[in-house]
């Protein structure tokens, strides 16, 4: 079982820019995918982005060109650049690992993801 703790949320105008960090537990952190999704009040839980072992990144397209994944394996850490926020952004966001990277999970869908954190708010106020 890994450890995950998000920081790096809060409230920000519409325009502006959190960065949101997510630091696992293990010592294999390296080989994780990770994955942030995030949750508005009355719906379902989406992905945003994920990065895998080699670095290849996938995002929502609500978010692509505003948002960055990356990571730093030395720092077992995990990052979530998010610029130009909107008010459609606030919602409640989650880091999430997958120990094995293997095409065999869909890393899109949240079932591919073992580990979760306890989240972190994101709220954008217009």
């Known amino acids: 079982q890994v450890q995950l703790v998000e920081s790096g949320g809060g409230l920000v105008q519409a325009g502006g820019s959190l960065r949101l960090s997510c630091g696992a537990s293990?010592?294999?952190?390296?080989?994780?995918?990770m994955g942030w999704f995030r949750q508005a009040p009355g719906k379902e839980r989406v992905l945003v982005a994920f990065i895998r072992s080699n670095g290849i990144t996938r995002y929502a397209d609500s978010v692509k060109g505003r948002f960055t994944i990356s990571r730093d394996n030395a720092k077992n850490t995990v990052y979530l650049q998010m610029n130009s926020l909107k008010p459609e952004d606030t919602a409640v966001y989650y880091c999430?690992?997958?120990?094995?990277?293997?095409?065999?999970?869909?890393?899109?869908?949240?079932?591919?993801?073992?580990?979760w954190g306890q989240g972190t708010q994101v709220t954008v106020s217009s």
């Open positions: 293990g010592r294999t952190f390296s080989s994780y995918v």
């Open positions: 999430a690992a997958q120990l094995v990277d293997s095409s065999a999970y869909n890393f899109l869908s949240l079932l591919a993801y073992h580990n």
